[in-house]
């Protein structure tokens, strides 16, 4: 199974990216599907995911109202569209896929069992 996370890049205080993330090798379907990040010194977080049931989806607190997850199942992608992005949403940004994942574990990145390469988003006037 391959991710390849795209469409990072930098941005001023305020804009809009959307982060993409192709999967080959195995279905999205049945699988939970997240995005999470790592900043310079810190350790990696959740941002957003969607349940292997799909038709829900989960946010950390500070990116709710920004951020929308969203995926195709058909064309066997994951998205992230991000709006309003201020410099404290400057990270690595990476995609992950769970066909095991419960949804009490979304927020966990150990409980995923794919992971892409990573794209950097930079914030910044």
């Known amino acids: 199974v391959q991710l390849q996370a795209s469409g990072g890049g930098l941005v001023q205080p305020g804009g809009s990216l959307r982060l993409s993330c192709a999967a080959s090798?195995?279905?999205?379907?049945?699988?939970?599907a997240g995005w999470f990040r790592q900043a310079p010194g810190k350790e990696r977080e959740f941002v957003a995911g969607?349940?292997?049931?799909?038709?829900?989806?989960y946010y950390t607190d500070s990116v709710k109202g920004r951020f929308t997850i969203s995926r195709d199942n058909v064309n066997n992608a994951i998205y992230l569209q991000m709006n309003s992005l201020t410099p404290e949403d400057t990270a690595v940004y990476y995609c992950?896929?769970?066909?095991?994942?419960?949804?009490?574990?979304?927020?966990?990145?150990?409980?995923?069992?794919?992971w892409g390469q990573g794209t950097q988003v930079t914030v910044s006037s």
């Open positions: 090798g195995r279905t999205l379907r049945g699988s939970a």
């Open positions: 992950a896929l769970g066909p095991r994942t419960i949804t009490s574990s979304l927020r966990n990145p150990d409980a995923y069992d794919y």
């Open positions: 969607t349940p292997r049931s799909g038709g829900y989806t």
